[in-house]
């Protein structure tokens, strides 16, 4: 985590002297909330590895998930270049919304799902479950894992030339699995993906 102090934020441009706190799935990269922070819920969460706000209704501290058990743990900290607002990301225990919801705002539930599936393919790599279709992957081996990209990628491409466009999503979705599982055995994060397409974009 980044060395971060409250003394860094300028809180002259903060309404009522409260630090705007954005919480992004650190996983899935998708907005949970929007919360604020004083200085002593800033350090409490600093201190703890647990978000915590200053409820502005309440005028105290609450520490999200203090009474369902729903913490948003912290993985990062970071404070945007005008030093008047936070960005966290957190990886969330169970839905984040009071809603039950996983997220307060109502963006398409499938968003951020492709580095949720890939965080699964890691931890099926990393514990090699008995039973699994991505154990057995593994265990295959590279070869194996490559010859199932390949068909995949041959199976949507056919769909596509048939302009069967739910068939081609359905096949889509295996070329996608299994491109993941074949970026995991070469060790290879979909952020370095990112930053390979990022580099020729600029």
């Given at each position: 985590?980044?060395?971060?102090?409250?003394?860094?934020?300028?809180?002259?441009?903060?309404?009522?002297?409260?630090?705007?706190?954005?919480?992004?799935?650190?996983?899935?990269?998708?907005?949970?909330?929007?919360?604020?922070?004083?200085?002593?819920?800033?350090?409490?969460?600093?201190?703890?590895?647990?978000?915590?706000?200053?409820?502005?209704?309440?005028?105290?501290?609450?520490?999200?998930?203090?009474?369902?058990?729903?913490?948003?743990?912290?993985?990062?900290?970071?404070?945007?270049?005008?030093?008047?607002?936070?960005?966290?990301?957190?990886?969330?225990?169970?839905?984040?919304?009071?809603?039950?919801?996983?997220?307060c705002f109502d963006?398409?539930?499938?968003?951020?799902?492709?580095?949720?599936?890939?965080?699964?393919?890691?931890?099926?790599?990393?514990?090699?479950?008995?039973?699994?279709?991505?154990?057995?992957?593994?265990?295959?081996?590279?070869?194996?894992?490559?010859k199932k990209v390949?068909?995949?990628?041959?199976?949507?491409?056919?769909?596509?030339?048939?302009?069967?466009?739910?068939?081609?999503?359905?096949?889509?979705?295996?070329?996608?699995?299994?491109?993941?599982?074949?970026?995991?055995?070469?060790?290879?994060?979909?952020?370095?993906v990112e930053h390979?397409?990022?580099?020729?974009?600029?």
């Amino acid at each position: 985590m980044e060395q971060l102090s409250w003394d860094n934020i300028k809180l002259d441009k903060c309404a009522d002297g409260l630090l705007p706190v954005v919480v992004q799935d650190a996983v899935t990269l998708r907005v949970l909330m929007l919360g604020y922070m004083n200085r002593e819920a800033f350090e409490k969460t600093l201190r703890e590895g647990r978000v915590t706000f200053f409820s502005r209704t309440r005028q105290q501290l609450w520490t999200k998930g203090e009474t369902s058990g729903h913490y948003l743990m912290v993985d990062n900290m970071y404070i945007d270049c005008d030093a008047d607002t936070l960005l966290i990301k957190a990886n969330p225990i169970g839905p984040t919304c009071h809603r039950g919801t996983t997220a307060c705002f109502d963006t398409p539930a499938a968003e951020g799902f492709i580095r949720s599936l890939s965080a699964l393919v890691r931890r099926r790599h990393a514990e090699m479950p008995e039973g699994s279709y991505t154990t057995r992957l593994f265990i295959k081996g590279i070869k194996a894992i490559t010859k199932k990209v390949g068909e995949e990628c041959t199976e949507s491409i056919i769909e596509a030339v048939d302009g069967n466009r739910e068939r081609f999503i359905y096949e889509a979705g295996d070329l996608m699995y299994h491109y993941l599982v074949m970026l995991e055995q070469m060790g290879v994060t979909l952020d370095e993906v990112e930053h390979e397409l990022l580099l020729r974009h600029s």
